[in-house]
């Protein structure tokens, strides 16, 4: 009987954070050699990766999210704008605020 072409098994979580995290770090060949698989096996997963595009906040890693100038820029903006209308607010009830000093 005929052998059966042998199926690529999937990436494991490990190795899936390997590839997004050394995207941008490393080539498909070079990752390919460090895994220990073809890279036919992994091109798919390297090119969904390297497809993600941060945004304005940067990409999430470990559960820290970086902002980028231009996040923080738009953020000083958005804030001089209503900086007005908070101290406005502010003004009007400040004596109705329980401090705990008092």
Same mark, same amino acid.
């Given at each position: 009987?005929?052998?059966?072409?042998?199926?690529?098994?999937?990436?494991? $979580?490990?190795?899936?954070?390997?590839?997004?995290?050394?995207? &941008? *770090?490393?080539?498909?060949? #070079?990752? =390919?050699?460090?895994? /220990?698989?073809?890279?036919?096996?992994?091109?798919?997963?390297?090119?969904?990766?390297?497809? $993600?595009?941060?945004?304005?906040?940067?990409?999430?890693?470990? &559960? *820290?999210?970086?902002?980028? #100038?231009a =996040?923080?820029v738009? /953020?000083?903006?958005?804030?001089?704008?209503?900086?007005?209308?908070?101290?406005?607010?502010?003004?009007?009830?400040?004596?109705?605020?329980?401090?705990?000093?008092?």
């Amino acid at each position: 009987m005929a052998k059966k072409a042998a199926q690529p098994r999937p990436l494991s $979580k490990a190795e899936q954070y390997y590839l997004e995290s050394l995207v &941008g *770090v490393k080539s498909l060949g #070079e990752m =390919a050699e460090d895994l /220990g698989r073809p890279a036919a096996e992994i091109e798919g997963a390297y090119k969904k990766a390297r497809a $993600k595009s941060p945004g304005k906040f940067g990409r999430p890693s470990e &559960g *820290v999210t970086v902002m980028t #100038e231009a =996040a923080a820029v738009e /953020g000083d903006e958005h804030g001089k704008a209503n900086r007005a209308t908070n101290e406005q607010f502010m003004a009007r009830y400040a004596n109705c605020v329980w401090r705990g000093d008092k």
